[in-house]
C-alpha cells in the first residue's frame, strides 16, 4: 500500500504489547531500543519471527544478531522515554478499541477485511472523501 499510494498513506507503529505475552512489553521496548540504531524494522521482523520463543535471552540475541551496540541497546531498553512511548500507546490503543494485535486503521476506522482489496477499498473510500 506504500507503494501503491506514496503520496497518500502513511504507516504508523503503535505498540500493544499483549498482557497474555510475558514478554510482549520487554520485545516492544527491545524494538525501540534497536530504532535507536536504527534497526527498528530488523529488530521488528526477527520477533515476530520469533514470537513464541521471545525470552530475554532471545531479545539479547536478536541484538547481537544484528550488530547492535550491547551496552546502549540495554540502556535504552530502560529508557523511562521508551516506557512512558509504550505506555501511551496502550492508552490510545485502548481508548480506540483495540483487543488485539495487529490492528489496522485507516483514517481512525478499524480496517475489517484485512486483504489487499479491502485495504485498497478502504484507502480509495477514505481518498474520495
Known amino acids: 500500500m506504500l507503494k501503491r499510494y506514496p503520496n497518500d498513506v502513511k504507516l504508523i507503529i503503535k505498540h500493544f504489547p499483549l498482557r497474555n505475552h510475558k514478554f510482549a512489553r520487554k520485545a516492544a521496548a527491545a524494538a525501540l531500543a534497536a530504532n535507536e540504531q ?22 539479547q540475541d536478536i541484538a547481537k544478531e544484528l550488530g547492535l551496540d550491547i551496552n546502549k541497546f540495554k540502556k535504552e531498553m530502560k529508557s523511562p522515554a521508551i516506557s512512558k512511548l509504550i505506555s501511551r500507546d496502550l492508552q490510545n490503543g485502548r481508548q480506540a478499541g483495540v483487543g488485539g494485535t495487529p490492528t489496522i486503521f485507516i483514517n481512525g476506522k478499524i480496517l475489517k477485511k484485512r486483504d489487499l482489496s479491502g485495504f485498497s477499498a478502504m484507502i480509495e473510500a477514505e481518498l474520495k472523501r
Not at 43 to 55: A, E, G, R, S, V
Open 38 to 59: 536504527g534497526k527498528f524494522w530488523e529488530f521488528h521482523h526477527q520477533l515476530f519471527k520469533n514470537y513464541k520463543t521471545i525470552n530475554d535471552a532471545k531479545i
